[in-house]
T-cell receptor, first 112, second 117 residues
Framework: NAGVTQTPKFQVLKTGQSMTLQCAQD?????MSWYRQDPGMGLRLIHY???????DQGEVPNGYNVSRSTTEDFPLRLLSAAPSQTSVYFC???????????FGPGTRLLVL | AQSVTQPDIHITVSEGASLELRCNYS??????LFWYVQSPGQGLQLLLK??????LVQGIKGFEAEFKRSQSSFNLRKPSVHWSDAAEYFC???????????????FGRGTQLTVWP
């Protein structure tokens, strides 16, 4: 099993550009989530999904969109990147939201 | 309102010394509690978790944590720290939605551990 994979590992964007951060898991987990990590802030939940076709907002959803068309994939979209979105992004999955979450290696995003 | 509090931003200990990292949560029911560790430039690795039962839980790398309901705490301990334990440690809590098996994971802001040789 590859576990949770994320691409790309590193990305530089200009303000206003759009991009999609990819996340995939091969553990047949229903629950998937996206976090951003900023110094001194810990990890904050952006969006999460409890199954294909079902998503909901977390603590800091503004500026981000998600969709879940399959169990395996949970992409995170930035429609118009802003410097405030410079961060490290982690995707995670678990059987249910209450179980241990398994994290991907992260995507480091720099918005200029 | 913050659900998880880690009051110590940075802790420095000598190698071989004991360690305790504090974590407090604010939640009415018994939450599901976790400790994760993150080495520089790496993802998060689960150290241990508490769902129910024995309030003293053992984890990997010689770590343990004790759930104290009366204090709303879940402190992480290790009797003898190794230089390789230097990392950032995160306490996390799952706040379960009412009537659902699902929940959302909330993290504390982390404690950076430095180990002196």
């Amino acid at each position: 099993n590859a576990g949770v994979t994320q691409t790309p590992k590193f990305q530089v964007l200009k303000t206003g550009q759009s991009m999609t951060l990819q996340c995939a898991q091969d553990m047949n987990h229903e629950y998937m989530s996206w976090y951003r990590q900023d110094p001194g802030m810990g990890l904050r939940l952006i969006h999460y999904s409890v199954g294909a076709g079902i998503t909901d907002q977390g603590e800091v959803p503004n500026g981000y969109n998600v969709s879940r068309s399959t169990t395996e994939d949970f992409p995170l979209r930035l429609l118009s990147a802003a410097p405030s979105q410079t961060s490290v992004y982690f995707c995670a999955s678990s059987l249910t939201g209450r179980e241990t979450q398994y994290f991907g290696p992260g995507t480091r995003l720099l918005v200029l | 309102a913050q659900s998880v509090t880690q009051p110590d931003i940075h802790i420095t200990v000598s190698e071989g010394a004991s360690l305790e990292l504090r974590c407090n949560y604010s939640y009415g029911a018994t939450p599901y509690l976790f400790w994760y560790v993150q080495s520089p430039g790496q993802g998060l690795q689960l150290l241990l978790k508490y769902f129910s039962g024995d309030t003293l839980v053992q984890g990997i790398k010689g770590f343990e944590a004790e759930f104290k309901r009366s204090q709303s705490s879940f402190n992480l301990r290790k009797p003898s720290v190794h230089w390789s334990d230097a990392a950032e440690y995160f306490c996390a809590v799952v706040l379960a939605d009412r009537g659902s098996t699902l929940g959302r994971l909330y993290f504390g802001r982390g404690t950076q551990l430095t180990v002196w040789p």
